[in-house]
Every structure is written in C-alpha cells, then in structure tokens.
C-alpha cells in the first residue's frame, strides 16, 4: 500500500521513547520531514527531523516548540501525540492520592488536548489528520489503574470531540493493549518476557498511526481502534 507520505510535515509528541520514537523513524522512512517533541532527548539525527524540547503540560512550551516545527516545514500536516504517563500502576483506588491522579490526567489528557489546540490552525490550513495514542485500557482494565484508564477514557472521547470541532481535520486514536517499550517494561518487567503473554512491537501501533495519519483511511475520522489480538472479544460465557 503506497502511504503517500512523503513530504509531509509531522509533529511527533513523545518521540524521544518507545512509541513516539518508532513513530518517528516510521514516518522518516516514508520520506515524511517530522518533528519530535519531548521533554527527553531525542536520540535521532538529520536533515528531515527537528527535535524540539518541550512539557506537553506547560502551554507556553507546547506553542513554541508547534510554531518551531510548523516554521521550519512551512506547516503541519499530521499531529501524533504520544507522549504519556502510566501513573500509579498497582496501587488501590483507596491508596491512591489525588495528585497522582491529577498528574496523568495533566500529562494523558491536557497534553494532548494543548498539542492539538497550537497545532489546529496549521492542520486546518492542510486539511490534515491527527492521531493520538489512547490505550485498550480505555475499555478494559486491571485492578490499581484507575487514573491511567480514566486519562485513556477521555483520550477516547476527546478524539471524538475533536473531530466535530475541527471539520477539516481527521482526528483517530490508537488504543493497543501492552506494547514492549520503557514504561511497559517499567510497570510490568519480566511479564513481558512470557510467551504466553500477548505483547505488542513498537512497530505494530506505528503502521496503525501512519495508516490513520495517511490518505489511505481519509473515510475514518473520531474512531478509536482497538489493537488487543483480539482479547476484550472473548466474553465471559465458560466455553
Ligand atoms: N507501552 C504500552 O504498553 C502502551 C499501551 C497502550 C498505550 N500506550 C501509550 O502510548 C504512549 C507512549 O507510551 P510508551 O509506552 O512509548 O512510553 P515511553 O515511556 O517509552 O515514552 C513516552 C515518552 O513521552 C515523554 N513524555 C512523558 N511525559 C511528557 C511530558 N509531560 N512532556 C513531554 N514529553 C513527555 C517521555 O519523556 C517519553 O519519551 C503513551 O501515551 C502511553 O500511554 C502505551
């Protein structure tokens, strides 16, 4: 499938790690010019890509580093916001102090929500998509993850809100299940090791955003997809 990205300028929030990072060398090889914004170093290098060191969480910083990128490539096509935080994983909704909460909601939710606000006049001008990284966790939970699942919940509701409010712009979300990068190892460690455990590659949900960023899925706008294999199908009915 010819993804018609090259030239493209994009915006990549969390790209110095994990996800946003395989997002970013994913888009390079498809020739696109790319951005990565984080509040970490960005370990890549060259003449198509602009690193631009930002908090997703701090207004002033996510408008400069946006009119950064969009300057340098002359506009924006295409926002991914990757950048996130799991929070309190394992930690009972009665132990977990309100802070924390406020925390990922800070990072998940108003994060995102600040990237796509600075960025929406460029990617109305270009007619172009966003896609941000929600999470399974949005539909399925495990106990100790009430903050990270509710900021995921409203990643889900604010792509849909998105898309209504911004008519020349597609906006998708991703929501894969357990994806083998720094903050997955960092919650889970060794569970991700286990074969009988179904673990995602960084490159898997980067085919999902470049698919949803390019022309290719122009019909699907304010949809989350869901990438579990298959997991929260399975009812509870004992056969
Ligand atoms: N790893 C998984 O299992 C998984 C599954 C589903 C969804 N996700 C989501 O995918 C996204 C990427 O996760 P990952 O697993 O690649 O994590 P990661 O920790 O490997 O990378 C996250 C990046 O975001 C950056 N970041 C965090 N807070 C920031 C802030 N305030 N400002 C700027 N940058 C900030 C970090 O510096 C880091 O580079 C997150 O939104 C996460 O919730 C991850």
Known sequence: MRLDLAGKAVLVTGAASGIGLACVEAFLAEGARVGGLDRATI????????AVHADVTDERSVAAAVGAVAGRFGGLDVVVG????????????????AADFAAVMTVNVTGQFLVVKHAAPWLTEARGAVVLLASDSAFTSAPGMVPYCASKGAVVAMTRALAVDLPQVRVNCVCPSVVDTPMARDDL???????????QATEDVASHVLYLASARSRTVNGQAVLADFGVSARSGFPA
């Open 189 to 199: 460690g060794a569970v991700l090791d286990d074969p009988a455990f179904p673990v």
């Open 82 to 97: 990757c950048a996130g935080i799991s929070g309190p994983v394992g930690t009972p909704v009665a132990e977990t102090p």
């Open 43 to 50: 370990p890549v290098v060259g003449d198509d890509f602009l």
